[in-house]
């Protein structure tokens, strides 16, 4: 079965992921304008009416932004934890599905495992996805890497990485101290040297594609970040990417 991906858009001011599976069509995080999602989606072919189901990772705006809209619009059914449902503002939502965040579960094609994250939402969780053999995992919004974290994604074929900031950026910048507290606190986000050292640490002869996502707007730029993380691979062939905030990317193969 083939297994692809491409992100609709990746930064702090939206987030949102096309994952397809054989003849599975999901979407993880809906963190634009259903407009939005839906002319992005056009540009790969693809309509929001063709989607089998959204996974929501947690309820923070940059993930849920245009989710009610988008899928009472096309009916499209929704999975996500009994804690993000709870905190999400608009609950108008034509079927919910709820998950366990250490629950492997089936949508068509795709098998889906969860795995929770600590990050400063009621039940946050961010997803593998794959046909059972070939695996993606989208990693973001996390403050550290837990053991479990790091169990989970190890040997995955493909990983979209949050690389939230700079630590200079950050520290030299004009964020007041309790939202850079907020930010670098274990329950915030990865900065570019924690991606890398993940990064690192989950490099194997599988890894076929990295996209580097989450980039702060104020506190990072995709040149530092690509070069945090790719100073710190061992393979010089490493396929990198650093996903663009308001555009898609292109459809990419985990083969
Ligand atoms: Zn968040
Ligand atoms: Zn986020």
């Known amino acids: 079965m083939s297994v692809q991906f491409a992100s609709l858009g990746s930064g702090s001011s939206g987030n949102s992921t096309l994952v397809r599976v054989g003849d599975t069509l999901l979407l993880v995080d809906v963190g634009f304008s ?150 670098d606190g274990n329950y915030g986000h990865l900065s570019n040297d924690q991606s890398a050292a993940l990064a690192a640490a989950l490099e194997h002869a599988g890894l076929q594609k990295l996209c580097l996502g989450h980039l702060s707007e104020n506190n990072n730029t995709p040149d530092t970040a690509l070069d945090s993380v790719a100073n710190r691979l061992r393979r010089a062939d490493e396929d990198v990417h650093v996903l663009q905030r308001y555009n898609s990317s292109p459809w990419y193969a985990v083969a």
Not at 37 to 66: C, F
Request: charged share 20%; net charge negative; proline share 6%.
């Open 34 to 183: 259903a407009k939005a999602i839906t002319q992005r989606m056009a540009t790969l072919d693809v309509n929001p009416s063709d989607l089998h189901g959204i996974l929501i990772s947690h309820e923070h705006s940059d993930h849920v932004k245009g989710l009610s809209v988008l899928a009472r619009k096309h009916d499209i059914p929704v999975w996500l934890t009994h804690g993000t449902f709870k905190k999400l503002k608009d609950k108008n939502l034509p079927s919910v599905e709820f998950l366990h965040p250490h629950g492997s579960f089936c949508i068509g094609d795709a098998k889906i495992t969860p795995f929770p994250v600590p990050h400063d939402a009621a039940e946050p969780c961010q997803y593998i996805v794959g046909d059972g053999s070939r695996r993606l995992a989208i990693a973001t919004d996390m403050g550290f890497v837990t053991e479990y974290v790091y169990e989970q994604l190890t040997g995955v074929d493909a990983l979209l990485l949050e690389a939230n900031y700079d630590g200079q950026m950050l520290s030299n910048g004009s964020y007041p101290w309790a939202l850079r507290k907020r930010i």
